[in-house]
Nanobody, 120 residues
């Protein structure tokens, strides 16, 4: 079982930056693929970014955040980060951290979410 706890959300002006953190419980964090998702009011949850496991640390992003967001992980701290720059008002959402055991599985562990509000 993996428990995920996000932090770092808040209120920021458009064009500003935030760094989200997600701390995972358990000893096998390094083996999990980690992802960030977001859900805006009235919309479905959408994929934002992911980072693979096993030391390769390949990263994947939704097109709209490429060049502005960076996902990274620190296996020694059981933590995955999402650095968000040049934020836009339409990116106001609850951001969720998620984990899965392998790339061909669905995400089966989720955090409680952290609110990000971008004011225009």
């Amino acid at each position: 079982q993996v428990q995920l706890v996000e932090s770092g959300g808040g209120l920021v002006q458009a064009g500003g930056s935030l760094r989200l953190s997600c701390v995972a419980s358990g000893r096998t964090f390094s083996s999990y693929v980690m992802g960030w998702f977001r859900q805006a009011p009235g919309k479905e949850r959408e994929f934002v970014a992911a980072i693979t496991s096993g030391g390769g640390d390949s990263t994947y992003y939704i097109d709209s955040v490429k060049g502005r967001f960076t996902i990274s992980r620190d296996n020694a701290k059981n933590t995955v980060y999402l650095q968000m720059n040049s934020l836009k008002s339409e990116e106001t959402a609850v951001y969720y951290c998620a984990a899965k055991g392998s790339s061909d599985q669905g995400y089966n562990y989720w955090g409680q979410g952290t609110q990000v509000t971008v004011s225009s």
